[in-house]
């Protein structure tokens, strides 16, 4: 492939259109292929149409509780057929941004059709060969079925046709007690359906801190979304517009009826079909196997996003997407994953950074420091009425300098409202290898849920932790 095209990037969601505009503003020709719509899973059927709902469901629940600051607003009336066609509408906007003619405009050339490898330096567009000394693979993942006798043959609900519905579902039972599985359980649950979710996990949201998991738990099962942990789901059935998953946990077994089943069960990458093998590319378990620079283990062929497993996050698919293009023309980037927040989107949202309690202590014994500040001590949260939710923070002492300065951040864990924009401040603290302390010491304006960040920062230290007896006190209470 010496002619042509400098890059080819395969896919055009978020790490193949940060691939592709990395290139082409780097002066170099950049091909991307998409053989479906531009912008990939987030703007279509993840990220945008989530949150699109989730907000809905955002304003039907500040409703519902106006009553609490005095305002009546008589009962929430949800035009369902409306909500969905506001969610289709937020993602025609954001989509706007991301279609042939901007990237045309930053030098793209976009062709639409399938990319297959016929080897490791033969790449085909819908059977065609196409001349490109770079290869990116970011061809994304897929909803994972799991193989529960009876699920090929009923009508279930994917990520990928949940925000199609124009009904709302009086009943949403929901396999998956996962981030995409909870954050829509909640959002229909607001917006008037009952919902039941079901998971083979013994514990809520495993990987996030068992202190943020349990409040989770708490104010989800508060709002009424049923949650059953250790159950397998033995069969699925469908009749008469009626879904019944039988279930079992332990000697128990149990029956759960609705009108609609959403299968929220994880993702997985999309190396069928692409000539893998032909190309001579490594897959693993988790998917592409790629090194710091995202190369794979043929030589010019690079992957990035969630095709390689690493993070299933659109933040992780644009950083990886930037470094595979950096690699792709020459230059010298390498991912580093030492700090990356992320969020799941209920209401309070939950954000997650660097290790939680359990592994820090699994790491560093109990050679760590964790400061705890309930929401309940920040007064934007008393004043909005949303107290419920707490600020955790994890360090650990330099080497030579110990616990100077309140350490060096390892973890920060929220759930709260503003959790998905306050734990930003840990990730600059922790990028920058600063003293926790560093957060403590700058003045935070009052009253912003931010100063929570302060307070929480604070309890590292003896004076901090003196002028919140009170929190102690709320925290032994909990
Ligand atoms: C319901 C849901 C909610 C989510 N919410 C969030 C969130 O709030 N925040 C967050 O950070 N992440 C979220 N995610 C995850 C996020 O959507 C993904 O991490 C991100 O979209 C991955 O981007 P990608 O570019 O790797 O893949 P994709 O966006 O999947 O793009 C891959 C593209 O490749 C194309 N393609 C595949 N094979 C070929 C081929 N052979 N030839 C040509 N084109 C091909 C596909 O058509 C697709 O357009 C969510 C995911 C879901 C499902």
Known sequence: MSEGFEVAVIGGGTAGLGAAQVTAAAGHRVLLVEAGRLGGECTWNGCVPSKSLIEAARHAHAIARAESFGIRAGEVAVDFPRVMARVH????????????????????????????????????????????????????????????????????????????????????????????????????RRLGSEVSVVDVVDSLLPREDPDIARIAGDLLADEGVRIRLGVTVEAAEFEGGTHRLRLRREAEQLILEGDALLVATGRRPNVEGLGLEAARVRVERRGIAVDERMRTSTLGILAAGDVTGILPFTHAASYQGRIAAATAIGQRRRADYRVVPWVTFTDPEIAHLGLTEPEARRQHGDDITVARLPYTAVDRAVIQGEVRGLIKVITHGRPVLGNLGGGEVLGAHLIGPGAGDLVHEFAVAMQARAFAGRLAQTIHAYPTMALGVQQAAAQLFPQGRATAGDLREELAAD
Do not use: K, M, W
Request: aromatic share 4%.
């Open 89 to 188: 509408e937020t993602i025609e906007r954001i989509a706007r941004y991301e279609d042939a003619s901007h990237l045309a405009a930053a030098g793209v050339t976009v062709r639409s059709g399938r990319a297959t490898l016929a080897g490791p330096s033969d790449l085909r567009v819908d059977g065609e060969p196409v001349a490109a000394r770079r290869v990116i693979l970011c061809t994304g993942s897929r909803p994972a079925i799991p193989p529960v006798p009876g699920l090929d043959q009923v009508p279930y609900l994917t990520n990928e046709t949940v925000f199609d519905l124009t009904t709302r579902p009086r009943h949403l039972l929901v396999i998956g007690a996962g981030p995409i599985g909870l954050e829509l359980a909640q959002a229909f």
